[in-house]
């Protein structure tokens, strides 16, 4: 029996319609442990046996897209042997797979040997309240190729004792997840919107109050994953509008995470400008048979396209354009998992 993660499925946010994207879902982390110096698959292990059944479930579904098989191991031992068993525990699983579904793919399977995990040693020192955190983080984060040793003399070895007690053990893992498509709606009418050159969300702002508010009772509703895609209309550099996508899909975010929404259930996009919501809006307008041509013209990079619609006319097309439509493109879609 093996692990599983799940897909996102939900059906929610304020009555979602029409327009259907395939998207991977996001997954949580779960994991095999392993014994010191171990790299045999042990289901009486930790909480092992509930990952394979888990695991189990998941080969089962539709639509599995990859297998991310990730191994570390801890500093105990040397560096090479350490890299030696993440590799051998990384087989071990990918046979724990294999043995649950015969048929499974290699072109499914993606393996990542981590070797001996310093990040999350890293991540567990920080969290620490040890005299020694700040001094044995500096070494864990340098990279040196002596930090073992370093670490083994700090304190007089109170430091690495206490880590190898309380968190080695976390580190003898693979990690694996299941990644799926899933069908994600979205409404191409309900969009948060922003003013131009604005990353943060305002509930002032055009519609956005009775918009965020739908989210606000998404977060309250147990819903399993939601979908953000930032956009930004073309005025200004590319690069800075796909910062201020990135923005403006994080602030989004930030409100459902604030509302309660669990973090690793909210997948985040930045999309840019938004020359296929420019181009539909031109088309249905009617008007400017000269920008539309340059806007369908796909030969044209997005750069030409700006450059070449901004030259018409003395850049009245333009102006013309940004002004009637740019509005509805600084904006922020999101949508609900099916």
């Given at each position: 029996?093996?692990?599983?993660?799940?897909?996102?499925?939900?059906?929610?946010?304020?009555?979602?319609?029409?327009?259907?994207?395939?998207?991977?879902?996001?997954?949580?982390?779960?994991?095999?442990?392993?014994?010191?110096?171990?790299s045999?698959?042990?289901?009486?292990?930790?909480?092992?046996?509930?990952?394979?059944?888990?695991?189990?479930?998941q080969?089962?579904?539709?639509?599995?897209?990859?297998i991310?098989?990730?191994?570390?191991?801890?500093?105990?031992g040397?560096?090479?042997?350490?890299?030696?068993?993440?590799?051998?525990?990384?087989?071990?699983?990918?046979a724990?797979?294999?043995?649950?579904?015969?048929?499974?793919?290699?072109?499914?399977l993606?393996?990542?040997?981590?070797?001996?995990?310093?990040?999350?040693?890293?991540?567990?020192?920080s969290?620490?309240?040890?005299?020694?955190?700040?001094?044995?983080?500096?070494l864990?984060?340098?990279?040196?190729?002596?930090?073992?040793?370093?670490?083994?003399?700090?304190?007089?070895?109170?430091?690495?004792?206490?880590?190898?007690?309380?968190?080695?053990?976390?580190?003898?893992?693979?990690?694996i997840?299941?990644?799926?498509?899933?069908?994600?709606?979205?409404?191409?009418?309900?969009?948060?919107?922003?003013?131009?050159?604005?990353?943060?969300?305002?509930?002032?702002?055009?519609?956005?109050?009775?918009?965020?508010?739908?989210l606000?009772?998404?977060?309250?509703?147990?819903a399993?994953?939601?979908?953000?895609?930032?956009y930004?209309?073309?005025?200004?550099?590319?690069?800075?509008?796909?910062?201020?996508?990135?923005?403006?899909?994080?602030?989004?975010?930030?409100?459902?995470?604030?509302?309660?929404f669990?973090a690793?259930?909210?997948?985040?996009?930045?999309?840019?400008?938004?020359?296929?919501?420019?181009?539909?809006?031109?088309?249905?307008?009617?008007?400017?048979?000269?920008?539309?041509?340059?806007?369908?013209?796909?030969?044209?990079?997005?750069?030409?396209k700006?450059?070449?619609?901004?030259?018409?006319?003395?850049?009245?097309?333009?102006?013309?354009?940004?002004?009637?439509?740019?509005?509805?493109?600084?904006?922020?879609?999101?949508?609900?998992?099916?």
């Open positions: 029996m093996f692990w599983k993660a799940f897909i996102a499925a939900c059906g929610f946010l304020f009555a979602l319609s029409g327009i259907q994207e395939t998207a991977a879902a996001p997954l949580p982390r779960q994991e095999i442990r392993f014994r010191i110096g171990k045999a698959v042990d289901s009486s292990y930790k909480k092992n046996a509930a990952t394979l059944e888990w695991a189990q479930s080969l089962s579904r539709e639509g599995l897209r990859s991310t098989i990730r191994a570390a191991a801890s500093p105990d040397s560096t090479a042997l350490n890299r030696r068993l993440a590799r051998e525990r990384a087989e071990a699983v990918v724990a797979l294999k043995e649950i579904e015969p048929s499974l793919s290699d072109s499914l993606r393996i990542e040997v981590t070797g001996e995990d310093w990040n999350a040693l890293s991540r567990l020192v969290r620490s309240q040890e005299p020694w955190r700040d001094q044995a983080l500096e864990i984060q340098s990279g040196g190729a002596n930090r073992k040793q370093l670490l083994q003399e700090l304190y007089v070895g109170e430091a690495w004792d206490a880590m190898r007690r309380q968190y080695f053990a976390a580190l003898r893992n693979v990690e997840c299941f990644n799926f498509e899933t069908e994600v709606s979205y409404s191409k009418e309900d969009k948060i919107l922003f003013p131009a050159g604005i990353g943060w969300v305002s509930k002032t702002y055009a519609n956005n109050k009775a918009l965020l508010e739908g606000q009772t998404t977060a309250r509703s147990g399993d994953t939601l979908y953000i895609k930032g930004a209309s073309p005025e200004g550099s590319c690069a800075a509008n796909l910062a201020l996508t990135q923005k403006r899909a994080a602030s989004v975010r930030k409100f459902l995470i604030a509302e309660g669990p690793e259930r909210i997948v985040i996009e930045s999309k840019g400008e938004d020359w296929a919501g420019l181009t539909a809006a031109v088309r249905e307008s009617g008007a400017y048979p000269e920008v539309l041509s340059l806007l369908e013209n796909d030969a044209l990079s997005s750069a030409q700006k450059a070449k619609i901004r030259s018409l006319d003395g850049g009245a097309s333009w102006k013309e354009i940004i002004g009637q439509f740019g509005r509805q493109l600084r904006a922020v879609e999101v949508g609900s998992g099916k």
